[in-house]
C-alpha cells in the first residue's frame, strides 16, 4: 500500500537555524510531491509542489524541497528558519491514475526566538 | 477571490446520531474532497465529488457519504456516529484536471460522545 513517511515528529530550533524535515513514500510508478503547512489557528496551505522537471522546487517563504527518485525522497529545507515559521509541516503524495493525496503523520516545528 | 469556507466550525454529536458538514468552495473551482484529521495524524482522505458525483473514496464505510450540488458547493454526512469518528473534517477545492492543487477549508471540528 502507499504510504509516506515523515521522520521528525518534533523539531524545536532557534532563530537563523538551518531546517531539513524529511520525506520518504512507497510508490514506485510516476509521483506528485506536496508539502503543505498549517500555521497556528490556520488552515493548511501549500508550501510547495514538484509534478515534474527540474528536481529542486522552490515554495513560499524561502522553503525548498529536493525530489529524489532513487530515494523515495521529497525533503524539505530552509537555510535560516524564522520565529514566524513555527507551524506544523506535512508532506503528501499523489500516485499514478489515483485522484487522492496520501499524507504524512506531520511534522511540528517550534521555532525559540 | 472567495477562499473555502465550511461550517459548523464546531459540532458535538451523541454516539449513534447522524451529522452533516458544509463546504463552499474557492470561487472557479469545481471539484470538492473531504479529509479526515485525527488528532496528531494527517488527513485521511474520505472521497471527492466532481459533476455532482462521487470521483474516488478512501478507506471509509458506506455511512459516510456526500453530495455536490450544482454550484459545487458540498455536504459530508455520516450516519451512525462512533466515538472514532471524532475528528477535524477538512474541505478541500480544486479545478479538474489540476486536483492535486488543493486549497483548504478551516474545518470542522466534530465531538462524538
Known amino acids: 500500500a502507499q504510504s509516506v513517511s515523515q521522520h521528525n515528529h518534533h523539531v524545536i530550533l532557534s532563530e537563523a537555524a538551518s531546517l531539513e524535515l524529511g520525506c520518504n513514500y512507497s510508490y514506485g510508478g510516476t509521483v506528485n510531491l506536496f508539502w503543505y503547512v498549517q500555521y497556528p489557528g490556520q488552515h493548511l496551505q501549500l508550501l510547495l509542489k514538484?509534478?515534474?522537471?527540474d528536481p529542486l522546487v522552490k515554495g513560499i517563504k524561502g522553503f525548498e524541497a529536493e525530489f529524489i527518485k532513487s530515494k523515495f525522497s521529497f525533503n524539505l529545507r530552509k537555510p535560516s528558519v524564522q520565529w514566524s515559521d513555527t507551524a506544523e509541516y506535512f508532506c503528501a503524495v499523489n500516485a499514478g491514475n489515483n485522484r487522492k493525496l496520501i499524507w504524512g503523520l506531520g511534522t511540528s516545528l517550534a521555532v525559540n526566538p | 477571490e472567495t477562499g473555502v469556507t465550511q461550517s459548523p466550525t464546531h459540532l458535538i454529536k451523541t454516539r449513534g446520531q447522524q451529522v452533516t458538514l458544509r463546504c463552499s468552495s474557492q470561487?472557479?473551482?469545481?471539484?470538492v474532497s473531504w479529509y479526515q484529521q485525527a488528532l496528531g495524524q494527517g488527513p485521511q482522505f474520505i472521497f471527492q465529488?466532481?459533476?455532482?458525483?462521487?470521483?474516488g473514496r478512501g478507506n471509509f464505510p458506506p455511512r459516510f457519504s456526500g453530495l455536490q450540488f450544482p454550484n459545487y458547493s458540498s455536504e459530508l454526512n455520516v450516519n451512525a456516529l462512533e466515538l472514532d469518528d471524532s475528528a477535524l473534517y477538512l474541505c478541500?477545492?480544486?479545478?479538474?484536471?489540476?486536483?492535486?492543487?488543493?486549497?483548504f477549508g478551516p474545518g470542522t471540528r466534530l465531538t462524538v460522545t
Open positions: 470561487s472557479g473551482h469545481n471539484t
Open positions: 514538484y509534478f515534474s522537471g
Open positions: 478541500a477545492s480544486s479545478l479538474w484536471g489540476a486536483s492535486y492543487e488543493q486549497y
Open positions: 465529488y466532481y459533476r455532482e458525483e462521487e470521483n
